[in-house]
């Protein structure tokens, strides 16, 4: 059964960057269009970055030009490198393939001087 793990999430100032990672297992990432997705208190759900089986991305406005997803074949792993971050960038941030219905742990990011 495919498994993804998400780690990285940490306490960053306002400015500062992180980068996430999702270790999948059980799976292979390339065959998959893979999201990270994030949840802030008292929020719903949001997606905030896609990547297709071709390489494609997608981001809405609010990460727009801040956070890039990316994906490294050979280590099965998709990545969420995260800039300039604002303290409206925190939440637990989760991965998955898009059609997926299943939820990892997530990992808790904070922004806050």
């Known amino acids: 059964q495919a498994q993804f793990v998400e780690s990285g999430g940490g306490l960053v100032q306002p400015g500062g960057s992180l980068r996430l990672s999702c270790a999948a297992s059980?799976?292979?990432?390339?065959?998959?269009?893979m999201g990270w997705y994030r949840q802030a208190p008292g929020k719903q759900r949001e997606l905030v970055a896609r990547?297709?089986?071709?390489?494609?991305?997608n981001y809405p406005d609010s990460v727009k030009g801040r956070f890039t997803i990316s994906r490294d074949n050979g280590k099965n792993t998709v990545y969420l490198q995260m800039n300039v971050l604002k303290p409206e960038d925190t939440a637990v941030y989760y991965c998955?393939?898009?059609?997926?219905?299943?939820w990892g742990q997530g990992t808790q990011v904070t922004v806050s001087s």
């Open positions: 998955k393939p898009v059609w997926s219905l299943n």
């Open positions: 059980g799976s292979i990432v390339s065959t998959y269009t």
């Open positions: 990547i297709d089986t071709g390489g494609s991305t």
